[in-house]
C-alpha cells in the first residue's frame, strides 16, 4: 500500500483501536507505531482478558415457592 491508501489504513488502526472495548491508552500508543502497530494491537487483543460481559451473573436467591 502507498500514498493515501497508506494513510487512511494507518489512521483507520488508530481510530478502530482508540474505539474498541477494550482499548486503553497504552493500547492506542501501539497503534501509532508505524508499520506494525496494527499487528500489535492485535496480538494484544488476542490475549485472553474477563470483560464485565463475560463474568458470570450472581444467582439471585429465589423466595419460596408457592
Given at each position: 500500500?502507498?500514498?493515501?491508501?497508506?494513510?487512511?489504513?494507518?489512521?483507520?488502526?488508530?481510530?478502530?483501536?482508540a474505539r474498541?472495548?477494550?482499548?486503553?491508552?497504552?493500547?492506542?500508543?501501539?497503534?501509532?507505531?508505524?508499520?506494525?502497530?496494527?499487528?500489535?494491537?492485535?496480538?494484544?487483543?488476542?490475549?485472553?482478558?474477563?470483560?464485565?460481559?463475560?463474568r458470570?451473573?450472581?444467582?439471585?436467591?429465589?423466595?419460596?415457592?408457592?
Open positions: 500500500m502507498t500514498g493515501p491508501v497508506h494513510g487512511c489504513s494507518y489512521l483507520f488502526v488508530i481510530l478502530a483501536t474498541h472495548a477494550q482499548g486503553t491508552g497504552r493500547l492506542t500508543a501501539l497503534a501509532l507505531i508505524p508499520g506494525v502497530g496494527g499487528l500489535l494491537v492485535l496480538r494484544r487483543l488476542a490475549r485472553v482478558r474477563p470483560s464485565t460481559a463475560e458470570p451473573l450472581r444467582s439471585v436467591p429465589q423466595g419460596p415457592e408457592r
